[in-house]
């Protein structure tokens, strides 16, 4: 089958779009299609038409979409998006269900169009996803994912060429089943995350720690049941993160097995439980951040391999780099252990640990990241484990030392942006803090009953190795934690969902 690219030189060739377009509109076409745009060529008029219709310049009509416009490319297809029975097509001429989606015409006939002009032989990858979108129709269905804007006001400067050659542009701004707005409207196309245990979806399995997740109860929620290694019931932040941005609908592990190739062009997790920004908080227990770092190196060397270096670094300039780390410095580092406590007080700690987040940071960006979305640290006294006396209040102690290490990397975030904006990195702070702490005082608004407990338990020994094939609370979803650290895939969802929102300016 010809691509649609090949098909759209082919209405060039053929003398279908005037004759300025055959070098310059195709060129314009293409840069269309990276920003998102579905073009829809007009060139003609139909029988039976008005007043103003018969003014039209344009001989022909061809029409790209999903089943507002589809009259009949899905028939025979494997897929439950399809209209070719009654009582589709009862009020069609002849009473036949053709395929059209509607109990007569649709928009394509109503404009001029009343055959099929291209029968896609579609075949479906993923059963929740039932038609082709209009991304995959203009890329000749070779390519997996979906097409992002990347600038609005660059795609009104085309669409301005594409008059000035005589197409008429039909702009659909539709949104697919199953893919939020934020999915089609993201800029990014792979994504990389750097962390700990919040978004570490596999990396500490097989490691000799006590910080690993792939056995039950974890994951008793996540697709097909599976303990993948994340510490949680489902998905984690990486994997929500990466769907509503529309990359792709699991982040995978970069020490995954079974990685492919396209694992790999559209990003992968380094991060492992148990991590942290000071270097004494991962000894024994999990990947390190400098060692993360080094897997991330090594991600290089292999992409590189693969596809070439300037592929590689088109992928990277094209990605969005999280980091999620500092939980376990302030809890398991300083709170829990006494090396650091002789060293320091908490607002020195902070300090020292803060300073290791921005060398990180810078380490990443040297290492071709440009876009880093800072996580911060959430409230951490309101953990389970960390809750205290009858009333299981949040400890206040924790809670400052997260607030006041929030505010010191904000402050820093800010004067990297200043100093290293002609290096073209931009470091956005997320707030996880009062996102989740929003869930906690306001329960009942987001559909939960119990703030204070772990859905597995509460104490330090309920996460992790400690609760193996132990079993869970009858109803995970009435809990924002599900172990005594780590909050559910539903209290995840939510929370990643304000992320997005406060900051989509940068990641639409």
Not at 64 to 88: C, H, K, M, W
Not at 161 to 183: F, R
Not at 223 to 231: C, D, I, K, N, W
Not at 353 to 376: D, P, R, W
Request: with cysteine; aromatic share 10%.
């Amino acid at each position: 089958m010809a691509s649609c690219w090949e098909q759209l030189r082919g209405l060039c060739a053929a003398g279908h779009l005037r004759r300025r377009c055959r070098g310059r509109s195709l060129v314009l076409l293409q840069q269309l299609q990276l920003l998102g745009v579905l073009v829809v060529v007009v060139a003609g008029v139909a029988p039976g038409i008005s007043e103003a219709q018969v003014r039209s310049r344009f001989k022909a009509i061809f029409m790209f979409g999903d089943s507002i416009v589809d009259p009949g490319n899905n028939n025979g297809q494997l897929t439950e998006a399809r209209a070719d029975f009654p009582p589709y097509g009862q009020d069609f001429p002849g009473g036949v269900a053709t395929g059209r989606f509607s109990n007569g015409k649709v928009p394509g006939d109503l404009i001029g169009v009343l055959h099929v002009l291209w029968r896609a032989h579609i075949p479906l990858v993923q059963a929740e996803r039932p038609m082709a979108s209009c991304w995959e129709q203009l890329r000749g269905l070779c390519a997996a994912g979906h097409l992002r804007r990347r600038c609005r006001g660059r795609s009104l400067v085309l669409l301005q060429q594409l008059q000035l050659l005589g197409v008429l542009v039909v702009v659909v701004a539709g949104v697919a089943p199953g893919i939020s707005e934020a999915q089609v409207r993201s800029r990014f196309k792979a994504i990389f995350m750097f962390g700990d245990s919040i978004v570490d979806p596999g990396n500490n399995n097989g490691q000799l720690t006590e910080a690993r997740a792939d056995f039950p109860p974890y994951g008793q929620d996540f697709p097909g049941g599976v303990a993948t290694g994340r510490f949680s019931n489902g998905k984690v932040p990486g994997d929500l993160i990466a769907s509503k941005l529309g990359i792709k609908e699991l982040l995978p592990a970069y020490k995954d097995q079974d990685l492919e190739l396209n694992d790999l062009l559209t990003g992968v997790a380094f991060a492992s439980g148990g991590s942290g920004y000071d270097p004494l908080t991962s000894i024994s227990t999990a990947i390190s951040s400098s060692g993360q770092l080094n897997l991330f190196g090594d991600y290089k060397q292999k992409l590189t391999s693969l596809i070439g270096e300037e592929a590689m670094t088109r992928i990277l300039s094209e990605a969005v780099f999280f980091t999620v780390m500092g939980a376990n410095d302030l809890l398991n580092n300083y709170f829990t252990l006494p090396v650091r406590r002789h060293q320091y007080d908490i607002p020195g700690y902070v300090d020292f640990v803060v300073s290791n987040a921005v060398n990180f940071t810078l380490t990443m960006n040297e290492m071709g990241a440009k876009m880093i979305g800072f996580v911060g640290v959430p409230p951490l006294g309101c953990c389970p484990s960390q809750r205290t006396g009858p009333s299981r209040e949040c400890e206040p102690l924790r809670n400052q030392a997260s607030e006041l290490f929030n505010t010191r990397m904000k402050q820093e975030i800010d004067r990297l942006n200043v100093e290293h904006n002609i290096d073209g990195l931009r470091v956005v702070y997320f707030d996880i803090y009062y996102n989740l702490l929003d869930l906690i005082h306001n329960p009942g608004y987001y559909g939960f009953k119990d703030t204070s407990d772990g859905c597995c338990g509460n104490t330090v020994l309920n996460a992790a190795i400690f609760i193996k094939y132990h079993s869970a609370c009858p109803n995970v979803y009435d809990y924002i934690f599900w172990d005594s650290f780590h909050p559910t895939e539903k209290a995840y969802d939510i929370v990643v969902d304000k992320l997005i929102q406060e900051n989509k300016q940068y990641l639409m």
